[in-house]
């Protein structure tokens, strides 16, 4: 893959949430990185409470680690 | 989306225990972005138990988060 | 929700135990409002075992922000 | 429930896992006061590999506080 | 059971995997203790891509103490 | 093993991110150390979106510790 990450620092802790999702999804891409199967799955884990609450989750740990890198934007 | 985070602060515990529910559904609404969708499927996720403890587990790795950001309101 | 959460403080770490099962408590209690609904759903998953050791890790994450904000009890 | 915490200091890096077990088993516990049913569930969920993944997990997250608190036994 | 467990200290970072490896199992372990059971579970679970990952989830979470525990072998 | 882990710093937040990749899959080799059976398992959870999110946890814990190891490449 090319460069997408070149710093976890951000101007704002909603900037920060962005790139936490950013890298949730970077997760699935580098494990499945067909753009067109990622794109079939979509319709269905999106409209299932429980697989977009494991989504969420994924972003809530990426999250930690990107406001720990910014030290909680203080 | 437009600005709806722009600090990990909070006057008290409580309300930063209510931010991080906040990020929780923030999460879920950026990988289904659609309000209709996710109003469908509220009834069925919040009548099922382990569907219920999946999103109190999200809101409590973000209550980390929020609870390190304001050095656990010492 | 009235005042349910002032401090993360407690005196000993089993009191700073049971503060975290508020908080995992209180995760399903702003997702599902409705009292009734919760004590409806009680008697299945407090019957299974997958279920009992969910919440058992969402206490468990809360332990560790609950014993943060404590230094531990040291 | 009497008495059953009063300190996260062990010894060994060994007690510390094993009363991260404890703090697992108590999430249970107090969840489900039974000492009847919780005895009945055992015998299922002790023969099943993704709940004992899951049981081993939930220590997990509590052996990372115990080892905190205990400075990793350095 | 017997010692098992004195230090948290390995020398390089692969053995510190290694320990949580350990760690893993012992969770298990503990709470199944028939090595003849959990002899049985294998096949299984180790032919199931989702019990695969929980199992490198609860090693990756064994991980992050074993880790800080060895200051990261900086 | 052969060694394939001798430090967790890295240049780089996104050679960071795929060491992280490479602990989650370690995890899953240790466990299942069937090249062959890993292939055969591939197509399925590659396809499903839960699985796939699954994986994107463990990668998230496992950035956790390599982006604390390398203080967050500040």
């Keep these: 893959m090319s460069d997408w990450l ?8 909603q900037e920060g949430f962005e ?3 950013t890298l ?3 997760g699935v891409e580098y ?3 067909s753009a067109a199967i990622r ?5 269905k884990y999106a409209r299932n409470a429980d697989s977009l ?7 809530a740990i990426h999250y930690q680690t ?8 203080k």
Tied chains: 1, 2, 3, 4, 5, 6.
């Design 66 to 73: 990107v406001a720990a890198a910014n030290n909680y934007w």
């Design 19 to 21: 790139l936490a999702i």
């Design 53 to 59: 609450t494991m989504v969420s989750q994924v972003i």
């Design 6 to 13: 070149t710093s976890l620092k951000t101007e704002t802790p």
């Design 39 to 43: 794109k079939k799955l979509r319709p």
């Design 31 to 33: 494990t499945q990185p």
């Design 24 to 26: 949730a999804r970077k």
